[in-house]
């Protein structure tokens, strides 16, 4: 078989890769073990489209979060996908994090996300009754998407002209380079795809991916960044308790994430989460006990929360790039996203992408043109 791409991983940023690719006119297909798109991370998330403060300005994070989320916009509203404009708090707890806050709406207006407010105790009060802190910024721009409607779309958008297709239940297992330079991917069910690119969308797995490319280049010479996992679980409210807010109501970020938030999805479920734990391997086990500290995290700003009210919903796990004590000295650590295409490994037509954390749902369009591109 012969296409003029090849994806590997079917989560929002492979079909947005690929969906940007056949736009492109190219022939591509997508592969992916699971039985279902977008069944990691892309499926275990918040759901929000990020404005993009919180990202260090300059990094590839920041640039592809502000541009991503404009274009997210643009495209559910005319592809009819649902999100809504709901808007997020970020709540100072008392008077030591107010540096904080103010850095922040320095570092967004760097970002260019001009729409921060800062708010006072009353103010907050005021947006949301039950929200409790010293101060805090409203930011209005937030928002939330349906990501399995939103894949679903770029997942449409890829096969209406009928020459690209999405292969669902095949592994990846062996990459080799064939004659011309072209890569030779070969799938547990023993297909064999000739393709002169090759973007390895493979999350969580990017870099066991790696492993598999035989003979394609040096991989001592250009290695994936390091890698770690750092698992986050959710809570839900059980049955009988009533969400307390309408917006996203976050903490001030934390070392390795944005801190135990409260969020709801378009079809009014709320979540608090995710919190961070670090892990040896891709394991999505929900540890009961941790729903104990989830309760003082929330009292930050939800000081009403009840004894008993929580139980643990789902985990997700973020890939990353550094390790927990924030290592900057180890080869290749970073708290961004890493491209690595010819320019790094010299193999004509294969990106890598690594580190896809948050905020990669909001990026997947501004990422995918890039990678395209
Ligand atoms: C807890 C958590 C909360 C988050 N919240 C947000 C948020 O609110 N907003 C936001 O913008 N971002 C958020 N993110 C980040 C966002 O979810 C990810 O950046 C995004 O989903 C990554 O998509 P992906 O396509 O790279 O990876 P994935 O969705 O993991 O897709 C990779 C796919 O590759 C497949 N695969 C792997 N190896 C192979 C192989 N050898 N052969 C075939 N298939 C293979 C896998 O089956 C998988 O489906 C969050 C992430 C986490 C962990």
């Not at 999350?203 to 994936?224: E, K, N, Q």
């Not at 109501?249 to 995710?274: A, I, M, N, Q, S």
């Not at 796990?317 to 010299?346: C, M, W, Y």
Request: contains cysteine; proline residues 5%; negative net charge.
């Amino acid at each position: 078989e012969r296409y003029d791409a090849v994806v590997v991983g079917a989560g929002v940023i492979g079909l947005a890769c690929a969906r940007a690719l056949s736009l492109r006119g190219m022939r591509v297909c997508v592969i992916d073990k699971a039985e279902s798109i977008g069944a990691e991370t892309s499926s275990k998330n918040s759901e929000v489209l990020h404005a993009g403060m919180h990202y260090v300005p300059g990094s590839a994070k920041a640039k592809f979060c502000v541009e991503g989320r404009r274009k997210i916009v643009k495209y559910c509203e005319k592809k009819d996908v649902k999100w809504e404009n709901i808007g997020k708090l970020i709540v100072a707890r008392d008077e030591s994090q107010m540096d904080a806050l103010e850095a922040m709406i320095t570092r967004a207006q760097m970002n260019d996300v001009d729409d921060l407010a800062l708010l006072t105790s009353e103010q907050l009060t005021a947006y949301e009754k039950n929200v409790r802190g010293y101060a805090g910024v409203l930011s209005p721009s937030t928002s939330i998407v349906d990501v399995q409607e939103l894949m679903e779309s770029f997942r449409r958008d890829c096969v209406r002209d009928g020459r690209t297709t999405v292969a669902l239940g095949d592994e990846v297992v062996e990459i080799t380079r064939g004659l011309s330079k072209t890569f030779q991917v070969k799938t547990k069910s023993r297909r064999v795809i000739s393709t002169p690119r090759l973007v390895n969308a493979a999350g969580l797995y990017a870099h066991r991916l790696c492993d598999r490319l035989l003979d394609v280049y040096d991989i001592s010479v250009t290695p994936p960044p390091p890698l770690y996992f750092a698992r986050g679980m959710y809570c839900e409210l059980k049955k009988g308790y009533s969400a307390p807010f309408q917006r996203l109501v976050y903490p001030l970020p934390r070392e390795g994430g944005l801190g135990v938030h409260f969020t709801r999805d378009v079809y009014d479920k709320c979540k608090f989460g995710p919190d961070i734990e670090w892990i040896d391997d891709i394991d999505y086990t929900m540890n009961p006990a941790r729903v104990r500290s989830f309760y003082e995290a929330i009292r930050e700003y939800w000081p009403g929360l009840q004894d008993g009210a929580l139980r643990p919903a789902f985990t997700g796990i973020r890939p990353k790039l550094i390790n927990e004590a924030g290592d900057t000295d180890e080869p290749g650590a970073t708290t961004d996203f890493v491209f690595q295409t010819e320019s790094q490994h010299g193999a004509v037509g294969l990106v890598h992408l690594f580190g896809f954390e948050s905020p990669g749902l909001t990026s997947s369009l501004a990422v995918a043109e890039y990678v395209a591109d």
